[in-house]
């Protein structure tokens, strides 16, 4: 259960203000069309996860439980400060209207999404907690939390919404999770 909600608020903190945040708005505004928009980015995150999801099991297969815990104490100290970064949204991710309102939103949020800083931190949540379905279940849900507002309220949130306060507490978050990393934290999940 720990993975499942580390996972979800993590990844909703990160989400604010990130590239496929902005591309949600910019789908909504676009077709105003909410529900295949959002069902759009449900299979689209769902895909790219457990994608992510799979690889951080590979990652954690391959290592000895001394080393992935540095290399995961880094990785979420590295995510903090990427939290920090602001995104640019390229309009490219938007132009894919041929596909239709749902196949559009799947291809440009699953390419989005693609290297993008949730992405990086499931994989290292699933190496960290060894918990496949929590943490991609979490990490999907954390997207839906902080994409569907934006789908269906569009602006308004974006006008009031302290994004840079927002990534602070994330990276905070993940910085805490790579001290702790690094120093023992998950001794009783086997590394």
Known sequence: MEAFLIST???????????????????AAKFCRPIPIVLGILVATIANHAFAGVLGAWITS?????TLRWVLGVSFIAMAIWTLIPDKFEEDDARLAKFG??????????????????QVATVALVAQYHAFF???????????????P?????????????????HAVAAVI??????????????????
């Open 9 to 27: 608020g993590i990844v909703a903190l990160a989400e604010i203000g990130d590239k496929t945040q902005l591309l949600a708005f910019i789908l």
């Open 62 to 66: 391959l290592m000895s439980p001394q």
């Open 101 to 118: 309102v749902f196949g559009t939103t799947l291809v440009a949020f699953f390419l989005a999404e693609m290297g993008d800083k949730t």
């Open 134 to 148: 929590y943490v991609v279940a979490g990490t999907t849900l954390g997207m839906m939390i902080a994409n569907v």
């Open 150 to 166: 934006a789908v269906l309220l569009g602006g308004k949130i974006a006008q009031r919404m302290p994004v840079r306060v927002v």
């Open 174 to 191: 993940f910085a805490i999770l790579g001290v702790a990393t690094l120093f023992g934290a998950g001794e009783s999940l086997g590394f």
